[in-house]
């Protein structure tokens, strides 16, 4: 079955439920891999950076599209540099 992912790379998101629930982060990913909330199940996804460069792995229905708060661009430049 193939999926569609809907975000890219550098893409902003919030999680909308889940372990992660409310938080916002960066699209670093699109994967197919057993995920936070679902551990025994593979499934369309996302690798989730969230502030402090801890990365989550969510369904690709746990997220909606957010816009880049101004205070995040010192961020996320640092971290698109580094990788």
Not at 55 to 74: A, G, H, I, S
């Amino acid at each position: 079955m193939s999926h569609n992912y809907h975000f890219k790379r550098g893409d902003a998101v919030r999680i909308l439920w889940g372990r992660y629930a409310r938080l916002e982060g960066i699209i670093d990913s699109a994967v197919f891999q057993k995920t936070v909330d679902y551990p025994d199940d593979y499934a369309a996804g996302y690798h989730v950076v969230l502030e402090g460069d801890k990365v989550v792995t969510v369904r690709w229905d746990q997220v909606e599209f957010r816009r880049l708060p101004n205070e995040w661009k010192p961020w996320l430049i640092c971290w698109v540099h580094s990788v």
